[in-house]
């Protein structure tokens, strides 16, 4: 990963909290990291990133791996 990729990820919200929030344990709720998400200035970023990456864990742009995998079907299909 190149540093002017990721120099965004310094301004997250996350970086300034318990990163554990955003990577909840099986059945635990992802609400609280969501929250934050909404009030973070690079969650376009963010999101760009997990879903072009293909993150399969935790919290990214405020979604959880389901909805990302739910957008990207989204972006396919609108594409074919
Ligand atoms: S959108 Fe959420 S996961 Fe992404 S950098 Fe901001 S706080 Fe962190």
Redesign the pocket.
């Known amino acids: 990963m190149t540093s002017t990729a990721t120099a ?2 310094a ?5 300034q909290t318990d990163p554990g929030e ?1 990577f909840p344990e099986k059945g635990a709720s992802p609400a609280t ?1 969501k929250r ?2 909404r009030a ?1 200035r ?2 376009e970023q ?2 760009n990133f997990a879903v072009t990456n293909g993150e399969q864990h935790g ?4 979604t959880t791996v389901r909805e990302r995998a739910r957008l990207t079907e989204r972006t396919r299909g609108g594409a074919s």
Request: with cysteine; hydrophobic share 60%.
């Open positions: 965004w990820m301004a997250g919200l996350c970086a955003f990291a934050l998400c973070c690079v969650r963010c999101l919290v990214w742009g405020g």
